[in-house]
């Protein structure tokens, strides 16, 4: 069995360096667990432990409610993941336990946000809970699990950007890189050779979502108080994310891409749900701006 380290994985204008760090945490049995999963698993834990228990007591509604909606959704959100990746990263070349082969990587958030909301709201349908209040409470967890599993992609060498030697600059050794396809020319023609090694320099993409993903976490906290009806939080995420996402992606080199259309998926999804965050805000503010005119 091969181990593969990451050696020498650097952010040299940050003086920031890791070094053998491998993709594998520990085996069981012979069976490799994966820092992937293990960061993975944290984020859901991390999710369900803030949108399930705390902030619905910051809310004053029952911890209960979520707890047991966590369940449904944790599946459904693996599944949706999976399934998303899966179409539109299908290659004739896979078999049908290839479908099934996630502990290398091949989940896309979108299909989690996807199944979450969906989930949400059969279950507030069955329920009978207001599927906005319960979307705003949970959708904390989600950014704050999505922001810690992210981290999975820095360890696993993936979903980073084009070739880059500005301020935030990432450099990978090239034999190190989970996908070799995701290597562009530009990147291999600026590369250069440290102790025997061949590096890249690349934008740490992963990184910049974790950190805008960090930073909407603690608004939405903040502004959780002051928010003016219910369906707001979950609109500011969809807004917010959506042009963060948009922009994201198109520096990164692993875009999933529309079947034969040339278009990728993930920025076609962040304007949708860009647009679908926006509509819900005007919506919901102008509705309020009329009962506030009717009040007076």
């Not at 299908?90 to 199944?115: C, E, K, P, Q, S």
Request: charged share 15%; proline share 2%; hydrophobic share 50%.
């Amino acid at each position: 069995m091969e181990v593969i380290f990451l050696t020498d994985i650097v952010f040299p204008n940050l003086g920031i360096s890791f070094e053998s760090i491998g993709r594998i945490a520990f085996s069981i049995f012979g069976i490799n667990i994966y820092w992937y999963a293990i960061l993975v698993i944290t984020g859901i834990i991390a999710g369900v432990f803030f949108g399930g228990y705390i902030a619905p007591k910051k809310t004053k509604q029952n911890p209960e409610l979520y707890l047991d909606f966590a369940l449904f959704a944790i599946a459904a959100c693996v599944v949706g993941a999976r399934l998303f990746y899966v179409i539109f990263a299908w290659d004739d070349n896979w078999t049908f336990t290839d479908i099934f082969r996630i502990r290398d990587g091949g989940l896309a958030i979108y299909g989690v946000v996807i199944a979450a909301i969906i989930t949400a709201i059969i279950y507030t349908r069955i329920k009978k809970l207001d599927f906005w209040l319960f979307a705003d409470t949970g959708i904390v967890g989600l950014i704050i699990g999505h922001a810690i599993g992210r981290l999975g992609n820095f360890i696993n060498r993936e979903a980073f950007g084009s070739y880059y030697s500005g301020f935030f600059a990432m450099e990978l050794r090239v034999d190190q890189v989970l996908n070799q396809s995701t290597i562009t020319p530009e990147m291999i023609e600026n590369s250069f050779v440290r102790n025997g090694a061949q590096y890249i320099s690349v934008h740490p993409t992963f990184l910049y979502e974790a950190i805008a993903l960090l930073s909407l976490f603690i608004f939405l906290n903040i502004y959780r108080k002051h928010k003016k009806f219910n369906g707001e939080l979950l609109a500011i995420y969809l807004l917010i994310y959506g042009i963060v996402r948009f922009f994201v992606e198109g520096l990164r080199t692993d875009q999933l891409i529309l079947f034969n259309t040339g278009l990728p998926v993930s920025q076609l999804v962040s304007t949708l749900i860009a647009t679908a965050g926006l509509v819900i805000l005007l919506h919901g503010y102008i509705k309020k701006r009329k009962k506030s005119t009717l009040v007076k």
